[in-house]
């Protein structure tokens, strides 16, 4: 499933978590990893040393990738290092998509309010450009590898199929238990029929899911309904039932609808406890 991991690193605890949880997936599927320190051109970083012009953010970014390769040492998988400039999100994108990457492992928040926003913007960023699945990670509490139990979230639509997909994959490989979950919710222009009716859909959808994912080949699913809000029920769910890893579409249907499921999956990127697994791709022509 995966041949080439990138891993952005910066010398914090987060993208140090990230490492730590991206050379367990490489050991176990002898994978490449890539670590990548992105020195910002939005930030000043040229200082004058004696009769030098130096970069400071790059000079930085070398110890950086440097510690990061010694602490990869320890696993028995390949290991590369880069540093380049450039306004974060873009260049990680960029370097994923020029180097044939198919995994991105990030850390996503750490810190409250504003501070919190920011660091997490750049992995949102990369979440909602990347053509390539994401993998976030919410620090060093996040739960360990393999996983165990996998939760997918699904509303019909073909990015949501795409990761009862891949979901599925990840639950086969680990002979993990894949939950999946339909949450209702009236979106603010109302709901669409009576409950009985929209449940009745959920359902309907629940099935088309557990039959993917056992076509797939996973033994052990389970399916719920839930109400509410539904990043909250979302991330509530995956507390409730130990979830390891959640795996997300991060674009539904057009329009107002896409907008407001890309939202629930930033959302879900921000408060989970567990690592997030997401994708672009469509399971649609």
């Known amino acids: 499933m995966y041949d080439h991991i990138l891993v952005p690193v910066d010398g914090g605890d987060l993208a140090t978590a990230a490492l730590d949880h991206a050379l367990e997936i490489a050991a176990d599927r002898n994978t490449t990893v890539s670590l990548l320190y992105v020195a910002d051109t939005n930030e000043p970083s040229q200082t004058r040393v004696g009769a030098n012009v130096v970069d400071v953010l790059e000079q930085e970014g070398e110890e950086i990738v440097s510690d990061a390769r010694e602490r990869a040492a320890a696993y028995d998988v390949t290991v590369t290092t880069d540093v380049v400039q450039g306004i974060p999100h873009e260049a990680i994108v960029e370097y994923a998509a020029t180097r044939e990457v198919d995994l991105v492992v990030m850390g996503t928040h750490e810190r409250d309010g504003l501070e919190r926003y920011l660091l997490g913007s750049v992995a949102e960023r990369v979440v909602n450009t990347a053509p390539m699945p994401v993998l976030t990670v919410p620090g060093a509490d996040a739960p360990t590898y393999p996983y165990r139990s996998v ?55 629940l099935e088309d899911a557990d039959s993917t994912a056992r076509d797939a080949g996973v033994d052990d699913v389970v399916t719920a309904v839930e109400s509410g809000s539904v990043p909250q029920e979302i991330t509530s769910y995956a507390d409730t039932a130990g979830i390891d890893l959640v795996v997300m579409g991060t674009h539904g249907r057009a ?31």
């Open 151 to 205: 939760l997918v979230p699904t509303d019909g639509s073909d990015h949501a199929t795409a990761a009862v997909g891949m979901g599925a994959e990840v639950a086969t490989r680990h002979d993990a238990t894949l939950h999946l979950l339909t949450v209702l919710e009236d979106s603010i222009l109302g709901a669409i029929g009576g409950r009985t009716e929209r449940e009745t859909r959920a359902n309907e959808l």
């Open 255 to 285: 329009g107002l609808d896409q907008h407001l499921l890309g939202s629930i999956t930033e959302r879900v990127l921000r408060t989970a406890s567990v690592p997030v697994l997401t994708t672009n791709r469509s399971a649609g022509p």
